[in-house]
């Protein structure tokens, strides 16, 4: 069968073609599900940059812990953040020889002193006493944490839906 008019389908099929190129090229189209119309036209805002000169901080995990008198307290293995990620408390992994006999408990990170942690060798001072940390109960994931403080008058964590 032959097309009376192929010239006519002809330039039909061009101005549909043209048509489409030039609504994909508009600024006006709506824009696909999922994109942010917004995003499109101004770029998002630089992240925030602190610097932290590498003898003022360093990382816990792992610091040999210590009492004012210099006894060994053991070791720091976790940190304890609440819903607003606030630092309450450290895991202490102590007691034990070679990981055998330790158990973990949780002090206030109040009770830590940070003041000589230059190197990966010093340690943090702990503001409780062998005795008080050997009388702590043990630390258990999924149960209630009970912190020991150094003052003794720690309230309980009252979290807000």
Not at 18 to 44: F, H, I, M, R
Not at 102 to 112: C, E, F, H, N, P
């Amino acid at each position: 069968m032959r097309a009376k008019h192929p010239f006519a389908l002809m330039v039909i099929v061009l101005a549909a073609l043209a048509a489409g190129l030039s609504w994909a090229a508009d600024d006006t189209a709506v824009p696909q599900a999922g994109t942010n119309p917004a995003a499109t036209k101004e770029p998002p805002p630089p992240p925030s940059v602190t610097i932290i000169g590498a003898r003022d901080a360093h990382g816990v995990l792992g610091r040999d812990v210590r009492s004012a008198v210099d006894e060994d307290m053991g070791r720091i293995v976790d940190v304890i953040v609440d819903r607003a990620g606030t630092v309450r408390a450290a895991v202490i992994d102590f007691g034990g020889f070679l990981g055998v006999g330790s158990r973990k408990i949780v002090v206030d990170w109040s009770a830590l002193q940070f003041g000589r942690v230059a190197n990966k060798s010093d340690s943090i001072t702990l503001e409780l006493t062998k005795d008080q940390v050997t009388a702590a109960p043990e630390y258990k994931e999924d149960t209630p944490i009970v912190v020991l403080g150094a003052t003794g008058s720690l309230q309980p964590l009252q979290l807000t839906p």
